[in-house]
């Protein structure tokens, strides 16, 4: 082998030299474009990518969920003013449907408490008016209002719950929303109040304040309460204080209650497994059908597993013991007064939305430190970015705004054009060229004109840089 080699360079030198340098030629190339420092424009191979196409995306948290009354109504009357009860617990009762009739010498009496009971509500809303008016003012300042409100130049006057509340509050809009709604709650305590002295005028009863349920009627010290459940329901579910922070009032939710079939015990068990996994097609066929609402409320003291409601959600869906919950309420658009109470359901909240958004992993993102070229006393600012090739096949870096992440995505905005390739957060060189391992797809067409690539293909790529 050797002989032949030198008797070949000795027959045609310049044809040996000739090759000599061609390989040389090539690599030099091939080091000068893929070595580390290189000062040539590198060029990158590309295996991993997602093409742009931009759709609308929301960041949701799904939780179960069960149906209860949205308000529960407790009216009081003197047990020694009482001529009968009139209901029972679940009997339906309409709005100012009697309860119980007082006895004739006893009307004047039960006037006058209610009336001393209206007047304390009313100076109550007067109270929780004068503070909303302070909070406002300190808002509408100039200056920044502080992060917690005082309540010390207040106690004498407003409640203990709404001092708690107030004290537990994170912001003066915090403190404000806590404050409008005990007005709200006083307006409506001064509603019923209203309404139990007009009907005692008219009938001389204890009459129900809303349409509901009579859920429970208790005697204790001298009184007869009586509890009612409005007929109006909502959603109530349980979440973590990780997702109770993500979670605003107002965000939309989308709903659905279960309705689950009795099980006939004598059915066989490949049949009941049939039923079974046909309920469950059904149940995921009712989530893209499903209900819409809005988070009313969300509680900020830990729910208390003793409470009707969390029990019975508990029974249903196990909290964790060692993890504080907390409680949030979704009022539906449409009425679900076929519900019963306790029902099971689930919500999914849309705590972020985007449109015309592009979705990547998270940790595709690449941020990088900018400057103020007109203002050099400027601090520097982070800008998120995001590689991609161009049209022409070269690498660039192109600035986004990043609208929310969710479970490791980001989803993103861009001038960025559907269809162009968006690379990982690997680092490249800006106007780079890329050559690809594979075709952009797995299609049978560019796989096939992918294996007809043959080595000379590589090394004219390799000294072109092409």
Known sequence: MMARLRNYVQDKPWQFIGIMLCIILVSASIYATFEKDSAVTRTYFIDEFKRANA????????KPAIVTPTTTELITAKADELESITVQVGTAVSASEELAIYQGTEVDDVRARLEKERSAYQRELSDLQSA????????????RPSSNIKTEQKEKDLNVNVQLDLAQSESPATAKAIIEGNIAQANRQISIV????????????????VDGIVADITESGGYVTFTIFSNERHLRTYVTEKDWRKIEANDMAELTIKNDEVVDEEQSEALKAALAKHRAKMEIE????????????????????TNLWTANYNLLHPLAKKEAYYEVMITPDQTIEEAPFAADGHVAIITDEATNANKVNSDWIVETIEYDEEDETAEPYAVDNIYYIDYDGKVRLEAIDVDFE????TVFTSIIDDGTPMLN???????ARTFRTMPFTLEKKQWRAFKKLKWKDYIIYSVSGQ
């Open 55 to 62: 759709n609308d995306y929301d960041a949701r948290i799904e």
């Open 132 to 143: 909303l008016a302070t909070i406002e003012r300190d808002l509408r300042s100039p200056k």
């Open 194 to 209: 209203d309404a139990q002295i007009s009907e005692l005028q008219a009938r001389q009863s204890v009459s129900s304040p």
């Open 286 to 305: 009712e989530m893209d059908t499903s209900l819409t609402g809005t988070v009313a409320q969300k509680l900020l003291l830990p729910a208390d597993l």
């Open 406 to 409: 969710d479970k490791d995505k």
């Open 425 to 431: 957060a690997k680092k490249r060189e800006p106007l």
